[in-house]
């Protein structure tokens, strides 16, 4: 029985497809809590030594405008999903595995149910699926749920 579950979507128009995978898992672990993270990836980094740190986590800026129209995309994901939404993290990082990695360890996340597209040429070559960036770096277990091409 899984215990604390983080749904992490992009915010894409197939979000709703990951969604309904955390729903039905919900359903078979009624005692489980449901986290749901979106990253908003910074563009503008500081480094401190070895250490690179968002911008925005200095500044305080967590409640610009790209927090603010996530929040508004997420919360009505949530809503024509019917899940939860009393955990919602909007979160800014370096990159959105970065992110995920450390809210999973920070959290003590069981599962992680996160979709990933299908990435081909030259995109899949220099980013890769965010999942696949993921997967080494968690001790939880990961339900990857196939989405269309990116």
């Known amino acids: 029985m899984y ?13 709703d497809l990951v969604a309904q995978k955390a729903k039905w898992i919900l359903q078979t672990n009624p005692d489980a809590q449901l986290s ?16 690179l740190i968002p ?7 967590a409640d610009d405008e790209r927090h603010k129209l996530a929040k508004e995309r997420l919360a009505a994901i949530l809503t024509r999903n019917q899940l939860p939404t009393d955990h919602i993290k909007i979160s800014t990082a370096i990159s959105s595995s970065k992110g995920i990695v450390d ?4 959290h003590s996340v069981d599962l992680l149910v ?4 299908k990435r081909t040429g030259l ?9 696949d960036n993921v997967l080494p770096n968690i001790d939880s277990d990961l339900l990857v749920v196939q989405l269309t091409s990116d």
């Not at 215990?3 to 979000?15: C, E, N, S």
């Open 3 to 15: 215990q604390h579950i983080l749904l992490v979507t992009d915010l894409k128009d197939d979000t």
């Open 123 to 131: 995109s899949a070559w220099i980013t890769g699926a965010t999942a």
């Open 36 to 51: 749901v993270l979106h990253i908003v990836e910074e563009t503008v980094v500081i480094g401190f030594g070895y250490e």
């Open 103 to 106: 809210y999973c360890q920070a």
């Open 114 to 117: 996160i979709g990933r597209h």
């Open 55 to 61: 911008a925005a986590a200095l500044n305080n800026q």
